[in-house]
């Protein structure tokens, strides 16, 4: 844990393999279906139940794209979803990692991604969450690389603290540098600012091989982003925030009005 500990302060992230169990991917993929199911049949949308659940969900986004938010939206609140976040083996690695015995979780939510989305984010920092210092989790429930396309991290990238240009008080999708596609193929380049200049290239990104149910951990100011998924069916991803109480700045007098810290705060600063 020493090593693993060690390795996140200086690299910004680090990889935990089988962080999530098998079991537990299943059991999501399990109430994933059963909550199609129930919303293809509560409003009579023909399908056949021996169908994939990707193949399910796609029907449904191609039926009806209001009902597929609608599911994209409940996601985040099923049973299977936060067992898996807040089970023993997380908490406990979570706790370990950030000296604390009592954390605080925000936003576990599932994504996904797919070849007729072709979805992807920019490299970014990650702002706008509930304080200035906290542990993003990201876990593929397909197995992932730089082929298939998948998450990528920018190592110790943090150690530059936030990293304020133009951009950055936008949210990540509404970036338009960064695009990590193009500066792997060298079609992104004269960034303005310095450390951009320096860190925006191909030699410095980094596309971690995840199994299913294996974790990437990084911290907040690790600059990250992901290329589109080209891989079979549909990329499910599981996602949590973890905090330290201390760092939250909604709790501390005069600090900030909302929860959620906004973009155009200099974070240096709080």
Known sequence: ??????????????????????????????????????ILKENSIKYNKKWSIDKKYLHLKKKNNKLKSKFYDLLKNLESVNSAIFCDRTISMMNKLMIKKDILVYGQRIRLDHKKDNHHLPLHQELNNISKDFLNMWVPMVKVNKKTGSLCVIPRSHKYGH????????????????????????????????????????????????????????????????????????????????????????????????????????????
């Not at 200086?10 to 109430?31: A, P």
């Not at 909604?250 to 600063?269: A, M």
């Open 1 to 38: 844990m020493k090593n693993l500990k060690k390795k996140l302060e200086e690299e910004g992230f680090i990889v935990v393999k089988k962080l999530i169990s098998k079991k537990r991917i299943k059991r999501i993929y399990s109430q994933i279906e059963s909550l199609l199911d129930t």
């Open 163 to 270: 990293v304020k240009y133009k951009q950055s008080n936008l949210e990540a999708v509404k970036h338009k540098i960064g695009i990590v596609k193009n500066i792997l193929e060298n079609k992104e380049k004269n960034y303005k600012d310095k450390i951009l200049k320096k860190i925006f290239d191909k030699k410095t990104i980094h596309f971690p091989n995840l199994n299913i149910g294996d974790a990437i951990i990084f911290k907040t100011f690790t600059f990250h982003g992901s290329t589109p998924y080209i891989g079979k069916g549909i990329r499910w991803t599981l996602l949590s925030t973890f905090h330290n109480a201390s760092k939250i700045p909604y709790i501390q007098k005069n600090k900030i009005k909302n929860l959620r810290i906004p973009y155009n705060i200099n974070y240096n600063k709080l």
